[in-house]
Nanobody
Framework: QVQLVESGGGLVQPGGSLRLSCAAS????????MGWYRQAQGKQRELVAT???????NYAASVKGRFTISRDNAKNTVYLQMNSLKSEDTAVYYC????????????WGQGTQVIVSS
């Protein structure tokens, strides 16, 4: 069956960095558009970044210049490098994948918590 498993979340100080990973199985990963979403407590889930099979990327305005999405098709893994973290980046981060639609919504991971706090 399809599984997306996120890892790499945790507690980090403002200005720090984290790298999230999402390992996929059960899908032809290289053909999928992959994305990262986040949901802060009491707020709606929002799209953070996406990467297509052709390596085109897109970012939310709030993270542009600080976050970088990438993928390794050999490892069936998508990454989110997060630099210059702010308290407002605190959220549960979810990985998503989709073969045919944009933004990706077909398959979801379970989420990984990121807390930015001093």
């Amino acid at each position: 069956q399809v599984q997306l498993v996120e890892s790499g979340g945790g507690l980090v100080q403002p200005g720090g960095s984290l790298r999230l990973s999402c390992a996929a199985s059960g899908i032809a990963f290289r053909f999928f558009t992959m994305g990262w979403y986040r949901q802060a407590q009491g707020k709606q889930r929002e799209l953070v970044a996406t990467i297509t099979p052709g390596l085109s990327t897109n970012y939310a305005a709030s993270v542009k210049g600080r976050f970088t999405i990438s993928r390794d098709n050999a490892k069936n893994t998508v990454y989110l490098q997060m630099n210059s973290l702010k308290s407002e980046d605190t959220a549960v981060y979810y990985c998503a994948g989709d073969l045919t639609s944009y933004p990706p919504r077909d398959y979801w991971g379970q989420g990984t918590q990121v807390i930015v706090s001093s």
